[in-house]
């Protein structure tokens, strides 16, 4: 059963860091690309972050460029977002996704709720 379990979300105030986790089970992980996604309320899902199967590339949307970083580790399952220098309009449920183009599988866990206020 393919599961991706997103951790680490919270109530933060604004200059804050949070650390998400998603453990993926289920799947080969290292064969996927894995990408953070967020969706604020009343707006749509936007990609966050992204980094390739071995790790080697990776690109962020604008707005989070230079505070947020993305990583894995394909021996722990986990890919992880380093989100620092919060604000508030870094408020939403933040997504985890799993995408192999190749075989056309793809795959999100449940969210975990970030929220950045004072």
């Known amino acids: 059963q393919v599961q991706l379990v997103e951790s680490g979300g919270g109530l933060v105030q604004p200059g804050g860091s949070l650390r998400l986790s998603c453990v993926a089970s289920g799947f080969t992980f290292s064969r996927y690309n894995m990408s953070w996604y967020r969706q604020a309320p009343g707006k749509e899902r936007e990609l966050v972050a992204a980094?390739?199967?071995?790790?080697?590339?990776?690109n962020y949307a604008d707005s989070v460029k230079g505070r947020f970083t993305i990583s894995r580790d394909n021996a722990k399952n986990t890919v992880y977002l380093q989100m620092n220098s919060l604000k508030p309009e870094d408020t939403a449920v933040y997504y985890c996704?799993?995408?192999?183009?190749?075989?056309?599988?793809?795959?999100w866990g449940k969210g975990t709720l970030v929220t950045v206020s004072s």
């Open positions: 996704n799993a995408d192999n183009t190749y075989y056309e599988l793809n795959y």
């Open positions: 980094i390739t199967r071995a790790g080697g590339k990776t």
